[in-house]
């Protein structure tokens, strides 16, 4: 039976990295990460999201990498802002949106550049938790606590992985409100305990608490015996921020009105600011500048607030961090009563990936240990796939080997397709796509069977002995056909080997049924190889049966029916001639004289009328044709060329065929 194979040869092979050599390691560029209240939004503003994001002053841009917001009304809004983002003058073009969660009351959204940063799917299948659902009741926290799980492109290691966590706690100074600000706090680092080992984590949002002392943040950023899910301010700025203008350069709210708290926060891990791996660009453990906006200690700012709107709407003419345009735009955003973006870089560890040319091809996201455990060979750490020399190439020696799309019996649960390969040999990126080739469905696409998952994500792969079969229920297979029974048309067809195909059941590559697909090679793929088999309407007089792709064409049956199936003779023969073919019987009972086939195992070598098996069809083969004329014995079913178990004139008529094309 076939193996299937591992992850790493699996993983996609274009990845787009910005990266900086040092030695034997790749440094990839720091990533940007904002949290943003963005105020009841609920689509629209064009011009205002594309200033105050893509806006540029004095060289400075908020330019983000990752988006962590709050305040989004629906999953219209969610898709017009990327739309935006990806519209706006300056933008890359490549943002994406994470999967939106319509919960209580407004919601968070999370928006990343796909060029920098991918979707960790190790916890959920989109990156994406509700770490605790919101309501209403005083007991709860009112809007859905998120957490989006991200690592940079071309990283895979735990400790590339940041869960970033989207909060909106509860306004208020009331005691209920601070409580519920609790509650939130506590679930929040209780999840963060308990995330994998090596993972970072960062929270951002509008957390409505004006000062550090207050129960939720402490509950936040204190000690406790569990340490694990602790966060830690990169600006190392506690306080009673609240009105102090001792703190205006951290105030985020409200840009409309008056500039006076410092509610929108990013809190990181201790693994972010501990020196190792991925790291905050800052000086951790140094308190954020009291007398500039541009503190050189820090990458951490408040985008737009130059501290110059202390108790006052948000400055915009000699706005010296934003200018005017930017600041006007954050204004409008706010809706009279909004925040202020902040923002921080973080670097990620070393990495050590290169391209990789493994048996499905080029990767560039994996190392040297990851690549050799795959058979790859590996080009060098910072090579990327399209750069590597020599070039890696595909295998395409994947051949049909033999086909059965009927037999006696019924329900047919023997059908099969087998394929044959190196031993060993990965089946990524193909197909089997079978079209139909009678009446008005010619040309139509019956089925499209990609081979890339036998189970569990794992790539279908040949086995020891190179055959990997694609079977129904009661045929030893390594890929069950469908449901197992009934799966093949009993008729005239074409069965292709695809490698990238486009191709989905319902396609017509012959629109006109003349017989000669018209639809774009780009869609159908690289076919590998092809065989068709027929019934007696392929040589009708009038409106013809068809098969595709210069096929070699099998059949029909003794009865006129399709053809029970197809073997290549010798086993894996392929010199591109109808030869290389035969007939297989339908009988399944191991009748003397029929050719039955043998799915994953070889294929009879003394076959196809080859009396003295020296690859050459000839009137010395015609001689042992004569003596099994009329018999119907194994000794003589190499000249069984209909596939009705005994040697007759329909096998004269088609040795004559195949000694017509084989030469004398």
């Known amino acids: 039976m076939a193996a299937r194979l591992g992850l790493a040869v699996r993983l996609a092979a274009s990845v787009t990295l910005v990266t900086l050599f040092c030695a034997s390691s790749a440094l990839a560029a720091p990533i940007r990460i904002a949290a943003w209240n963005i105020t009841n939004y609920a689509g629209g503003a064009d011009s205002d999201v594309e200033s105050a994001v893509y806006g540029m002053f004095s060289g400075r841009c908020l330019c983000p990498d990752v988006l962590v917001c709050q305040e989004f009304i629906s999953s219209f809004a969610v898709n017009d802002f990327v739309t935006i983002l990806n519209g706006a003058p300056g933008s890359p073009g490549d943002w994406a949106a994470a999967t939106f969660v319509d919960g209580a009351d407004t919601d968070s959204a999370f928006f990343y550049r796909t060029g920098e940063i991918a979707l960790a799917t190790d916890l959920s299948a989109t990156g994406v938790t509700i770490v605790s659902v919101g309501s209403a009741s005083p007991s709860n926290h009112p809007r859905n606590i998120m957490r989006y799980d991200i690592r940079p492109q071309g990283y895979s290691s735990p400790e590339s992985t940041i869960a970033i966590y989207s909060t909106h706690m509860k306004a208020g100074s009331g005691t209920e409100d601070m409580s519920r ?14 995330l994998p080992a090596g993972w970072n984590f960062i929270l951002g949002g509008d957390f409505n608490i004006q000062s550090s002392s207050e129960d939720a943040y402490q509950e936040l950023v204190g000690s406790q015996v569990n340490n694990d899910g602790r966060f830690f301010d990169p600006i190392s700025t506690p306080g009673n921020w609240n009105n102090n203008s001792g703190y205006r350069y951290v105030h985020t709210q409200d840009p409309a009105t008056q500039v006076d708290d410092r509610f929108d926060f990013l809190l990181v891990s201790g693994s972010l600011v501990d020196g190792v791996d991925f790291e905050y660009d800052g000086d951790f453990g140094t308190p954020f500048s009291a007398v500039t906006w541009n503190d050189p200690n820090h990458s951490y700012r408040v985008w737009g607030n130059d501290g110059t709107s202390y108790n006052s709407v948000l400055t915009t003419t000699g706005n010296a961090m934003v200018g005017s345009a930017i600041a006007q735009a954050l204004i409008n955003l706010a809706s ?33 240990a990851q690549c050799l455990a795959e058979d790859g060979t590996f080009y060098g750490i910072g090579v990327e796939c399209g750069s590597e020399m020599p070039a890696c190439t595909l295998p395409n020696n994947h051949r049909i080997n033999e086909v059965r799309v009927h037999h006696d019996g019924s329900p047919e649960r023997e059908e099969f397709i087998e394929i044959v390969a190196d031993p060993g040999q990965p089946l990524c990126g193909l197909s089997l796509v079978d079209i139909e080739g009678e009446l008005s469905s010619k040309g139509r696409v019956d089925f499209v069977l990609p081979l890339d998952d036998c189970g569990g994500g794992d790539i279908c792969t040949c086995g020891v002995d190179g055959y990997f079969v694609i079977g129904g229920s009661d045929v030893p297979h390594d890929l069950l056909l469908f449901a197992g029974e009934n799966a093949l048309e009993n008729g005239t067809q074409t069965l292709l080997l695809v490698r990238d195909t486009q191709l989905v059941a319902g396609n017509d590559v012959d629109a006109n049924n003349d017989g000669v697909a018209d639809i774009s090679p780009a869609t159908v793929g690289t076919i590998l190889d092809a065989v068709g088999v027929i019934d007696s309407g392929y040589y009708a007089m009038f409106d013809p049966d ?7 064409h099998i059949g029909p049956a003794v009865d006129n029916g399709v053809a029970a199936g197809t073997a290549r003779c010798p086993d894996s023969s392929d010199t591109d001639s109808h030869n290389d073919w035969v007939q297989i019987s ?10 039955v086939g043998t799915p994953g195992a070889a294929n009879p070598n003394h076959c196809g009328g080859d009396d003295n098996d020296d690859l050459h069809i000839d009137l010395r083969d015609f001689a042992g044709l004569q003596m099994c004329f009329g018999q119907s014995t194994a000794a003589c079913a190499h000249f069984d060329l209909d596939g009705d178990c005994a040697v007759g004139l329909g096998d004269i008529d088609r040795f004559r065929e195949r000694l017509e094309l084989s030469g004398p």
């Not at 600000?181 to 963060?192: C, G, K, M, Q, Y």
């Not at 560890?349 to 560039?364: E, L, M, Q, S, V």
């Open 586 to 595: 339908s009988d399944l009972t191991g009748t003397l004289g029929c050719v």
């Open 546 to 552: 068809r098969v595709y792709y210069n096929a070699a």
């Open 181 to 194: 600000r609790l509650i939130e706090a506590v679930i929040i680092r209780d999840d963060a305990e308990s």
């Open 336 to 368: 009279g009563n909004g925040h202020l973006p902040v923002y921080a870089e973080f670097t990620p560890p070393a990495n050590d990936i290169g391209a990789c040319c493994t048996p499905c091809g080029c990767t560039d996201i994996i190392n040297e």
